[in-house]
């Protein structure tokens, strides 16, 4: 196999943008992926996870993506053209992924009754002062609807927690801007990681896309998962609202074990088996539901 150019790759290709791009945007990283393989035929999964800078897992899973879509076969190691012969792609556009998490404005009218409710409880945690850091997720949103308007400083990554808390003329609300998603209506990616890791926090509250007895908790993108990752490590404490329908839910990425929460807020658990086993780690465990 010869030798792998990205600097070929991007020229040809017209994308003259810097590496963080290819690997933060997932259209772009299989458009890359897919580029390569037209220069040099074979592409091995090691070489592109060293000149990429991304994980063996995540390149495995483009390639899976670009099998799927017919556009290359894997190969032990690597991938080859589909009967030698390479398809065309005119842009990174065209391969957009499918992933598993709902668009904003969908999940903010599943389980109202039941965030509500959790917000309720994660209300008690709010005192005068605090610097909170809310996500984007809607059981943030219920959550910052009912905030009271009381002297705090609220950060978000999210587009309508600033709307809902713009209102509210004693609490201090700062957008943490990024790339912006129309799906999930918030911000991410590289530039709003740099901007998080420069904050102290009180008290982040946030969600997940799902979570498991033994797995943790999950999210459905990468970009989500480091994310909150990078909002964990900034905050004194951490506040989890996760309502029951997302318990034992398939999701593709690890955000962090029990042990990096202080408190799980939740509808009800399972079984005592979990609230064993979360107990364990030191949460204190909210189920607005059980009697």
Not at 156 to 185: D, F, M, P, Q, W
Not at 226 to 243: E, N, T
Not at 285 to 290: G, L, M, S, W
Request: overall charge positive; proline content about 3%; some cysteine.
């Amino acid at each position: 196999m010869k030798p792998i150019s990205l600097q070929n790759v991007t020229e040809r290709s017209h994308i003259r943008k810097q590496s963080w791009l290819f690997v933060t945007n997932r259209p772009f990283v299989s458009f890359t992926v897919y580029e390569l393989l037209k220069e040099n035929g074979s592409i091995l999964v090691n070489d592109l996870s060293l000149m990429l800078n991304i994980s063996k897992e995540t390149i495995r899973r483009d390639l899976a993506f670009l099998e799927k879509k017919g556009y290359l076969n894997r190969t032990h190691g690597g991938a080859v053209p589909v009967g030698n012969q390479i398809k065309h792609i005119t842009t990174p556009v065209d391969l957009e992924y499918e992933e598993s998490g709902e668009a904003f404005r969908i999940r903010a009218n599943q389980n109202t009754d039941t965030k509500i409710k959790m917000a309720k409880k994660a209300l008690a945690y709010i005192e005068p002062g605090d610097v909170i850091l809310l996500d984007s997720s809607t059981s943030s949103w219920f959550l910052a609807r009912q905030i009271p308007d009381i002297e705090i400083t609220a950060l978000t990554t999210s587009l309508n927690i600033i709307h809902a808390l713009a209102c509210k003329s004693n609490v201090r609300v700062i957008g943490l801007g990024g790339e912006y998603s129309e799906k999930y209506e918030s911000f991410s990616g590289p530039l709003t990681e740099s901007i998080v890791k420069e904050f102290s926090i009180n008290k982040f509250f946030f969600s997940c896309h799902g979570i498991g007895l033994t797995t943790g908790i999950r999210e459905s993108n990468e970009n989500q998962a480091r994310l909150k990752q990078m909002m964990l490590g900034v905050a004194d404490k951490s506040i989890l609202l996760c309502d029951s329908t997302k318990i034992e839910r398939r999701s593709f990425c690890k955000v962090c074990d029990y042990s990096k929460i202080d408190v799980l807020i939740t509808d009800q658990l399972p079984s005592d088996e979990y609230r064993t086993e979360i107990g364990w780690n030191n949460v204190k465990i909210i189920e607005t539901n059980r009697k």
